[in-house]
RNA sequence: GGGGUUGUAGGGUAGCCUGGUCCAUCCUACAGCGUUCGGGACGCUGUGACCUGAGUUCGAAUCUCAGCAACCCCA
């Protein structure tokens, strides 16, 4: 504390320049201000405002989830608000949510006669639904999602970006199915399609099979994406639940099958939110700011005039360029503000910007343009083959930051065989740990360990080896980490 | 769930311990004008702040209490 005091303080600090990421929490936080993500100066708890800019990253990642879920899944809306009596129908769903709901209970000065919750989930809004739209087994199966906010009175400490009490940008997903095994193939699907999101982010990530007593409450199980931070814990960026028939026996969701016997549907849900944007920006970024894979970057290329000599004709080469990028679908910014060129470099490395273009009196000269890639390549490249030449850098670039990104999470996974080496493993990593499976052991490991229980890895087989707690050999073996 | 720290212009800060020197310091930002422009330009002139409420006091940015908010650590 008093040291970054000082630090800013001393010397020359004409800038503010982002604190080392090593600091993740400082430098997340400056980031998001910086950046221009979002201001979480909104006076109240858990809740912040996105920024344009910030906005404007969040529609083109969302834009690619509706790209991979549209082919077979309806986009729709439902209420913000779900009256008690539906809410309360669900036992084991009302456990899990009901001390963090907030609860709508007057309209205008008289209370209500039904107090309505702010959906904090929209399992107990849609269903209901449900009931009404499904008749037959020709009505499955049935996949729609919203994208939407919810509400959590969240108790603990509320983070932008990773814990909220308003969710901005929940995606959720609802699908109803004829079988149990046809659920859970919509659970793999599921994963599949996010598996598909966090590689056009350049994002790896772990999958893993959480355990019973931290499964969606009503869920027969879930599956989870996590994503690990720059300081070793990890984020939950995407579940899958299989929701089995526990809201179709609650809320009676049943089909007549082609034998004309009536029987009950399989369902399952799963949800991405805003924090997939905080992986993002956490995971790519470094001390100059934010990097953004091209794909989701509101500015994908900026053009800085470099105005010596024939201001004009520098000018006019910029507008014809950016016209010719613009036609090629590129998102293109000329800066023609009144800085210079320094100043607008280190502005648009703070936005992510993967692409920027020097064009001055010597490459106009040349017939050239300078290129600089946000992760430090530069080189000449001829006007005439510019299109081209971005496209192969964007694509370069994308690799890069993906391989980059790979190694360090490569690098934060270990395997361990014992309590101890899981401790130290946790502090700024995930660990991976045999465990016989019980759940008496897995409350063990939770404890002496000091990190949570992500669960078993999926799509992957491991020898037997012996449990951490109790000796006895399996083949199971769980993550374990320290959680956002 | 438990503990801790903090709240001063748009951002970062000094002042608080020891009340009056403060119509509040410095950096940055912002606005206007001019000179500039190949990695954070400069000059001049301006703009802008003591979280909210109550209390103590002749007097509160400073002390006390409460609220709201933010951050950190531990379970």
């Given at each position: ?8 303080n001393?010397?020359d600090s ?10 993740f929490s400082?430098?997340y936080h400056?980031l998001?201000?910086?950046a221009?993500i979002i201001d979480?100066r909104?006076?109240?708890k ?5 920024f344009p800019?910030?906005f404007?990253?969040?529609?083109n990642v969302?834009?690619i989830?509706?790209e991979?879920l549209?082919?077979?899944h309806?986009e729709?809306q439902f209420?913000l ?6 809410f309360m129908k ?8 009901e001390?963090?709901?907030y609860?709508?209970?007057r309209?205008?000065t ?6 309505l919750?702010l959906?904090?989930?929209?399992e107990t809004a849609?269903?209901p639904m449900f ?13 729609i999602y919203?994208?939407v906010?919810t509400?959590?009175?969240e108790?603990?400490h509320?983070?932008p970006?990773?814990?909220l009490r308003?969710?901005?940008?929940f995606k ?5 199915h004829?079988t149990w095994e046809?659920a859970?193939?919509q ?13 056009r982010l ?11 007593w931290?499964?969606f409450?009503g869920?027969d199980?879930?599956t989870a994406i996590?994503?690990i931070?720059?300081?070793?814990r990890t984020l939950?960026?995407g579940?899958a639940?299989h929701?089995?028939?526990?809201f179709?026996?609650?809320?009676e969701?049943?089909?007549?099958a ?5 029987k009950l549907v399989?369902?399952t849900?799963y949800g991405?939110?805003?924090?997939c944007i905080a992986?993002?920006l956490?995971?790519?970024?470094d001390?100059k ?12 290329v900026?053009i800085?005039?470099?105005l010596?000599?024939?201001?004009e004709?520098v000018?006019s080469?910029c507008r014809e360029l950016?016209?010719k ?5 590129m ?8 800085e210079r060129p320094?100043?607008k470099f280190?502005?648009w ?5 993967p692409?920027r273009?020097?064009?001055?009196p010597?490459d106009?000269e040349?017939?050239?343009?300078t290129l600089a890639r946000r992760?430090g ?9 510019l299109?081209?030449a ?12 993906y ?8 690098g934060?996974v270990?395997?361990?065989g014992?309590i ?5 493993q ?11 499976g019980e759940v008496?052991c897995?409350h ?11 669960g078993?890895?999926q ?5 037997e080896?012996a449990?951490?707690?109790c000796?006895?050999?399996s083949?199971?073996?769980?993550y ?5």
């Amino acid at each position: 504390m008093t040291d970054s005091k000082t630090k800013s303080n001393a010397k020359d600090s004409k800038q503010a320049k982002l604190p080392a990421k090593n600091n993740f929490s400082e430098w997340y936080h400056e980031l998001l201000i910086t950046a221009e993500i979002i201001d979480n100066r909104y006076p109240v708890k858990g809740m912040c405002v996105w920024f344009p800019f910030g906005f404007a990253i969040r529609k083109n990642v969302y834009s690619i989830i509706r790209e991979l879920l549209d082919p077979d899944h309806q986009e729709t809306q439902f209420p913000l608000l779900i009256p008690e009596n539906e809410f309360m129908k669900e036992a084991q769903h009302i456990k899990g949510f009901e001390d963090e709901v907030y609860w709508v209970t007057r309209g205008g000065t008289a209370p209500l006669e039904v107090n309505l919750a702010l959906r904090p989930t929209s399992e107990t809004a849609i269903y209901p639904m449900f009931k009404l739209w499904i008749r037959s087994h020709a009505d499955l199966p049935l996949r729609i999602y919203q994208i939407v906010n919810t509400f959590r009175y969240e108790t603990k400490h509320t983070r932008p970006l990773i814990r909220l009490r308003e969710i901005t940008s929940f995606k959720e997903a609802h699908t109803v199915h004829a079988t149990w095994e046809e659920a859970a193939e919509q659970v793999e699907v599921a994963i599949k399609r996010y598996s598909e999101f966090y590689h056009r982010l350049a994002l790896p990530f772990l999958v893993s099979r959480r355990p019973s007593w931290d499964k969606f409450p009503g869920a027969d199980y879930t599956t989870a994406i996590d994503v690990i931070m720059p300081d070793g814990r990890t984020l939950q960026v995407g579940t899958a639940h299989h929701l089995g028939s526990t809201f179709a026996k609650t809320y009676e969701i049943t089909y007549e099958a082609e034998n004309g016997e009536q029987k009950l549907v399989s369902q399952t849900c799963y949800g991405i939110s805003e924090r997939c944007i905080a992986a993002l920006l956490s995971v790519h970024g470094d001390e100059k700011g934010l990097v953004l894979p091209w794909e989701v970057a509101p500015v994908q290329v900026a053009i800085v005039p470099i105005l010596l000599g024939d201001k004009e004709k520098v000018l006019s080469v910029c507008r014809e360029l950016q016209e010719k990028l613009g036609a090629a679908r590129m998102r293109v910014k000329l800066d023609t503000s009144d800085e210079r060129p320094g100043a607008k470099f280190y502005k648009w490395e703070m936005k992510g910007v993967p692409i920027r273009l020097e064009v001055g009196p010597r490459d106009i000269e040349k017939g050239v343009v300078t290129l600089a890639r946000r992760d430090g390549a530069k080189k000449a490249v001829p006007m005439v083959a510019l299109v081209e030449a971005i496209n192969q850098e964007a694509q370069e670039l994308q690799l890069v930051l993906y391989g980059r990104a790979k190694k360090f999470n490569e690098g934060r996974v270990k395997e361990v065989g014992s309590i101890e080496e899981a401790r130290s493993q946790t502090e700024a990593g995930v660990a991976l740990v045999p465990w016989c499976g019980e759940v008496d052991c897995g409350h063990q490991l939770e404890d002496q360990v000091g990190a949570n229980m992500l669960g078993e890895p999926q799509y992957q087989i491991f020898s037997e080896a012996a449990c951490a707690v109790c000796g006895k050999k399996s083949t199971v073996r769980t993550y374990m980490a320290r959680q956002y």
